[in-house]
Nanobody, 115 residues
Framework: QVQLVESGGGLVQPGGSLRLSCAAS????????MTWYRQAPGKERELVAQ???????NYADSAKGRFTISRDNAKNTVYLQMNSLKPEDTAVYFC?????????WGQGTQVTVSS
């Protein structure tokens, strides 16, 4: 059974940091590209950061310089380190695994940036 379980969300003040984790099971994690998406209320889901099986990374412009995606294949986990958080980063953050036509999604974790 494929599972992606996000954790690490919460309430943080502007300028603060959070580290999201996504634990994967039920598939060969190291063979899948991993991506973090987010969806704010009333907005479409958008890509935040992705990491390939080779460790190459790509970021949305809004995330560059503040967020870092990484993966630990030994732990079947992908991370998103988020620094210098802004109120506009408030959203539900989802992780996704993709290989060819196969794509899996987690249930999401809420991140709220507010004073």
């Amino acid at each position: 059974q494929v599972q992606l379980v996000e954790s690490g969300g919460g309430l943080v003040q502007p300028g603060g940091s959070l580290r999201l984790s996504c634990a994967a099971s039920g598939f060969t994690f190291s063979s899948y590209a991993m991506t973090w998406y987010r969806q704010a209320p009333g907005k479409e889901r958008e890509l935040v950061a992705q990491i390939t099986t080779d460790g190459n990374t790509n970021y949305a412009d809004s995330a560059k310089g503040r967020f870092t995606i990484s993966r630990d294949n030994a732990k079947n986990t992908v991370y998103l380190q988020m620094n210098s958080l802004k109120p506009e980063d408030t959203a539900v953050y989802f992780c996704s695994a993709r290989r060819g036509l196969a794509r899996f999604w987690g249930q999401g974790t809420q991140v709220t940036v507010s004073s």
